[in-house]
Each structure stands twice: as structure tokens, then as C-alpha cells.
């Protein structure tokens, strides 16, 4: 009895052998377009990465940050240059949101007004300061202290 179930066993291993060894031949002989493609590709993708790391590799270095140092002094804006400029109270409530990166709906439902609102203090404080676009409008701001 013992005989008759190693014997089944070592058969039934052979036959999954066989098995294994004939899916494999039919993997390699049916994809092997598939497979010598996958393989060039990243052979290149390998090459690729190497030369980009080697000849970029002295231009990485550190990167420089700006930090703003405070004076401990809360900021005063300058109301002398906002009157010469002729920017309102409210065009330079809505610049100052603006600078905290809200768009003109955050800022619309802060102050309960309308995103038209919004849109003309913006266009009007834009014109004021000479800018054209909101990122410009608010380094403006920011150099002429009107904005911290």
C-alpha cells in the first residue's frame, strides 16, 4: 500500500513537472516578443537613469531657502503709501486674503459679499498698484508695506 502512494506521489510530481516545464516553454515561445521588449526597455530605462544621475550629479548641491526674519514688532501697514497709492480700506482687506492664498470665493463667503465684489476690489487694487496678476499684486504689497 505504501508502494502504491509513493509511487502515485512521484508520478503525480513528474506530471506537474512536466507540467511547469511545458507552461514555461509556451510562455517563452508564445511572448518572447513580449519579453525581449520588456527587457530592452529597461535595459534603456537602467542606462537612462545612470547617465542623467552621472552627468547631473554636480549640478545637485543645496538649495538655498529664504526665511524672513521678524522684529518681534507686529507689522504696521503704511497708510501714507496706501493714501498715495489710493487703495481703499476694503481693496487692501481683500489683498491681504489674497496673500493668505484664499480665492475669490473663500474670500467672497469671509466677508460676506459677493464673488463679483471680490473680483472688482481685486481688479481695482490690481490697477492701483500696477499689477497683473495676483501672485504680482502681492509682492507689490508686500514691498510697499502695505501688506505683511
Not at 14 to 27: E, M, N, P
Not at 48 to 74: C, D, K, T
Amino acid at each position: 500500500m505504501v508502494r502504491h502512494i509513493l509511487l502515485f506521489g512521484l508520478v503525480g510530481g513528474i506530471l506537474v513537472a512536466l507540467l511547469r516545464w511545458a507552461d514555461y516553454r509556451f510562455l517563452v515561445l508564445e511572448h518572447s516578443l513580449e519579453i525581449y521588449g520588456g527587457l530592452i526597455a529597461a535595459t534603456f530605462a537602467v542606462l537612462g537613469i545612470w547617465l542623467g544621475r552621472r552627468f547631473a550629479g554636480a549640478r545637485h548641491g543645496r538649495v538655498a531657502r529664504e526665511i524672513m526674519a521678524g522684529s518681534g514688532a507686529p507689522f504696521v501697514p503704511d497708510d501714507k503709501k496706501r493714501d498715495d497709492l489710493g487703495i481703499t480700506r476694503r481693496e487692501l482687506e481683500i489683498l491681504e486674503l489674497v496673500a493668505q492664498g484664499l480665492s475669490n470665493r473663500e474670500i467672497a463667503g469671509k466677508l460676506f459679499v459677493s464673488e463679483n465684489t471680490v473680483k472688482t476690489h481685486c481688479s481695482r487694487a490690481f490697477d492701483k498698484l500696477g499689477a497683473r496678476r495676483r501672485t504680482q499684486a502681492v509682492q507689490l504689497g508686500k514691498q510697499l508695506g502695505l501688506i505683511p
